[in-house]
């Protein structure tokens, strides 16, 4: 790798135009500075973000780009005032790379929601270079935004807790949902769905899995631990389900309608819309006047709370589902993820692809 003081060149897979297409893509790993950790990336989740971000579909990607954002790997380098971690340590990074630290949001532990923030690829670090993603070999990362994998789960199972699991629990915790006895709803069986039902099971929610067709039900019920299964489509099932839940979260990074799943909730129950969604979404008011029910929504996770989600995880027994794939099968787990064809979550064997 290089010492720290000398730039170093790695081949990644990279989007080169918004056809999304990854391929072979050298270049140069910025220096390792004094608080910077040096981290051979062992493993790496694909995020459906990571598709918008590839295909332009938010119209602010920059080429040649090198997605991932759901990272562990092993500490190799330390920079001279780095204290929280040392090398042969297993170690994770997510979304972001960067923050102003000196806002509101900076300064109480909310980096996420810094509007200086800087994401993991796509985006331009402190010291001018573009930031890359995990679909590499290595990152250099400041160590504010590095955690630590707890000693005994898994890496390649901790992947995707760094972005659908901590997208889930940041919510449950800011609206005071992390305790038993909550009625919740999960909309959209995906990466982030499924992390919804075990975590909020692991919590110790009544879970309904809510769905536009049945044929989820049986992994949903037998595999994952719902309590119950809801067909949207079924005007029966809305009608019972009426006023029945204490929080939905909605999960689906695709338009859809609001107010079906509005109906569903109690009084003060809240929508956390989670997707990432380019379009406008639609409701009337009354519906939530009538109820004094809320649509917020909730980004990612701070520092702070995905190092206690991890915990969490190791702690419950909390684990992902996932499909373990190389590198060079990348652009086709990423058609097979916009087609939903994955169960529930790709998960990159960075370290044992060719490059």
Request: net charge negative; glycine share 10%; aromatic share 6%.
């Amino acid at each position: 790798m290089g010492s720290l003081e000398n730039e170093r060149s790695v081949t990644g897979w990279a989007a080169k135009d918004p056809s999304g297409i990854l391929s072979p893509y050298t270049y140069t790993l910025r220096k390792t500075g004094p608080e910077d950790v040096c981290i051979k990336v062992l493993h790496c989740g694909i995020c459906h973000t990571d598709i918008h971000q590839t295909k332009n579909h938010l119209g602010m990607s920059n080429y040649p780009m090198v997605p991932g954002h759901e990272v562990v790997g092993e500490v190799e380098e330390v920079g001279s005032n780095v204290t929280k971690f040392r090398v042969g340590e297993a170690v994770g990074v997510g979304c972001l790379v960067g923050c102003c630290r000196s806002c509101e949001p900076c300064n109480s532990s909310k980096e996420q929601y810094c509007n200086k923030r800087i994401w993991s690829y796509n985006d331009i670090y402190d010291d001018g270079q573009p930031t890359q993603g995990g679909f590499a070999p290595a990152m250099v990362v400041h160590q504010q935004f590095v955690v630590r994998i707890p000693e005994g789960l898994a890496l390649e199972q901790a992947a995707p807790l760094l972005c659908a699991g901590v997208t889930v629990y940041s919510p449950l915790k800011h609206f005071g949902l992390i305790k038993s006895g909550v009625r919740g709803g999960i909309l959209g069986l995906g990466g982030v769905g499924h992390m919804g039902v075990k975590i909020a099971k692991a919590v110790g929610h009544h879970v309904t899995v809510i769905s536009s067709s049945d044929r989820k039900r049986e992994e949903a019920m037998e595999h994952l631990g719902a309590d119950e299964y809801l067909v949207s489509s079924d005007a029966t099932q809305m009608q019972v389900a009426t006023e029945s839940l204490d929080y939905i979260l909605d999960t689906i990074p695709v338009n859809h309608p609001l107010e079906p799943y509005i109906s569903l909730l109690k009084v003060d129950g809240k929508l956390i819309i989670t997707g990432v969604i380019s379009t406008p979404m639609q409701f009337i008011t009354p519906m939530l006047m009538l109820g004094r029910k809320s649509i917020t929504g909730s980004f990612i996770g701070s520092m702070e709370e995905t190092q206690e989600m991890l915990e969490f995880c190791k702690e419950k027994s909390v684990e992902s589902k996932i499909e373990i794939v190389k590198m060079d099968y990348v652009n086709t787990a990423i058609e097979r993820l916009e087609k939903n064809d994955v169960r529930y979550r790709f998960v990159v064997d960075v370290a044992g692809s060719k490059f």
